[in-house]
């Protein structure tokens, strides 16, 4: 696993962001910034210039999705999503590294692996 990646987290659930940034943290990475919505994550990825986004799919304002494409237009960055519903977010981003939640380390981890490798942008459709 690659250690030390600088990593913005995009989640609008306040608690499970800063239990996920405890987790990459305890995993050796830098959490640069947490974002809340897709304007929000925008921002910030222009701002932090991460090694990798851990994404909510859905966000009370906007979505993932729709973020991560937006970011696409102004240069790739891999990223993976964190959902509830992966089979719903499938359908939007069919290409997508995905991980439902609840999840573990380890599917973190292979997520995380699967993300750094791809080198797929968003699905544009």
Known sequence: MTQGLKIVIV?????????????????????????????????????????LMIVDGGLQEGNGIDAMRR??????????FVT???????QGAPDAVIV???????ELSRGIAAALASGVPASAD
């Open 11 to 51: 989640e609008d659930d306040a608690l499970i962001a800063m239990d996920l940034a405890d987790l990459l943290i305890g995993m050796g990475h830098d959490v640069c910034a947490i974002a809340s919505t897709e304007s929000e994550a925008i921002v910030t990825a222009r701002r932090c210039k991460p090694d």
């Open 71 to 80: 970011i696409a237009t102004e240069g790739f960055i891999p990223h993976l």
């Open 84 to 90: 509830g519903d992966p089979q719903r977010l499938a």
């Open 100 to 106: 439902g939640k609840p999840f573990t380390m380890r």
